[in-house]
């Protein structure tokens, strides 16, 4: 599923009355969520799943290219662990 089509199931789901209502919502989920995490905080929605912000350390890899040694520095990234609803729904 593409942001159109998510737009238009919030659309029909939530009752609004337009597709720019609809686009509106999800963006502004989507962006909430991009700032809480942004500031380092958990979301989390029970029954879904929960986003937080993971540190990866400093390590050393191998360019598979040369097989020289390189250092890979260390950073921050975005996870996602799925509720149990959401698995129960997939399953």
Same mark, same amino acid.
């Given at each position: 599923?593409?942001?159109?089509?998510?737009?238009?199931?919030?659309? +029909?789901?939530?009752?609004?009355?337009?597709?720019?209502?609809?686009?509106?919502? @999800?963006?502004?989920?989507?962006?909430?969520?991009?700032?809480?995490? +942004?500031?380092?905080?958990?979301?989390?929605?029970?029954?879904?799943?929960? $986003?937080? @912000? +993971?540190?990866?350390?400093?390590?050393?890899?191998?360019?598979?290219?040369?097989?020289?040694?390189?250092?890979?520095? %260390?950073?921050? @990234?975005?996870? $996602? +662990?799925?509720?149990?609803?959401?698995?129960?729904?997939? %399953?």
């Amino acid at each position: 599923m593409k942001k159109p089509e998510l737009i238009e199931q919030v659309q +029909s789901a939530a009752g609004l009355a337009t597709k720019r209502d609809a686009e509106a919502a @999800v963006d502004a989920v989507f962006d909430t969520i991009a700032k809480a995490m +942004s500031r380092g905080e958990e979301v989390a929605m029970p029954g879904f799943g929960t $986003f937080k @912000v +993971s540190k990866r350390a400093a390590r050393q890899g191998i360019n598979p290219r040369t097989g020289e040694k390189i250092q890979i520095a %260390a950073k921050t @990234v975005p996870k $996602f +662990s799925a509720g149990k609803g959401l698995k129960d729904a997939v %399953a």
